[in-house]
């Protein structure tokens, strides 16, 4: 028979795997509201942030309110940052499929590689680190990747399982869940690297509009 502290747990398992899904269809309307170049980059910070914030800070609150914020605080930005991972990725993807010669088919394999190891971490940086500008914030993305690389792999694998075993055995989930899973890892991720970066309490004093606390911002990744 379980007890209290029993249903506790399994009612915030089940509180965080609503959340997860919640935030992944607010992530897919921003998406499609935006045409998908112009609102993938302000969906996927929106929804950077809120984990961040969730899980490094114990903030929860209303996904919808905060999430439409979230989107519009560093729309311009986000956008270009995705622009630039798009046309990366094309460019890349074209030289794989096109090139005849496989040496330069294995770097531009390799180079995949890279940018989707930046593309996950990027969004995490943008919303909680202080580097200003977009060549730090991706060469930011890549150092945590790199440096974190067996939890990247780690993640990257179970990601990978899950989405295959939605795939074959339960679609509906895999659309209620497909990004909110990736994100959700990478979130555990940089959980523990940017706590280890900051020198402040998780906690900064300072406030936004809605009266939550801010997370101190890691600054021992921003270049000098």
């Known amino acids: 028979m379980f007890s209290f502290e029993g249903f506790v747990r399994i009612n915030t398992f089940l509180t965080g795997v609503y959340r997860v899904a919640f935030l992944n269809l607010l992530w897919l309307t ?12 302000p969906a996927s910070y929106a929804l950077a942030k809120y984990l961040d914030r969730w899980l490094r800070a114990g903030e929860t609150p209303p996904p919808a309110r905060v999430f439409w914020r979230y989107a519009r605080e560093r729309a311009g930005r986000s956008m270009v940052v995705s622009w630039i991972l798009l046309a990366a990725g094309g460019v890349i993807v074209t030289n794989v499929f096109l090139v005849e010669s496989w040496y330069v088919q294995v770097l531009n394999v390799g180079a995949l590689v890279v940018l989707a190891i930046t593309a996950a971490y990027v969004y995490p940086v943008l919303a909680a680190t202080d580097l200003a500008t977009i060549p730090r914030q991706l060469g930011g993305a890549l150092m945590i990747g790199l440096g974190s690389l067996h939890w990247t792999i780690l993640g990257a694998t179970v990601v990978g399982a899950t989405w295959w075993v939605l795939w074959q055995f339960a679609l ?3 659309v209620l869940f497909g990004m909110g899973i990736p994100a959700y890892a990478v979130a555990l991720v940089t959980r523990a690297v940017f706590r280890g970066l900051t020198a402040e309490p998780a906690i900064d004093p300072a406030t936004d509009t809605d009266g939550e606390a801010e997370p101190a911002r890691p600054r021992a990744v921003a270049s000098r």
Do not use: A, M, Y
């Open 30 to 41: 921003t998406t499609l509201l935006g045409l998908g170049v112009l609102g993938v980059g």
């Open 172 to 174: 509906p989930l895999l």
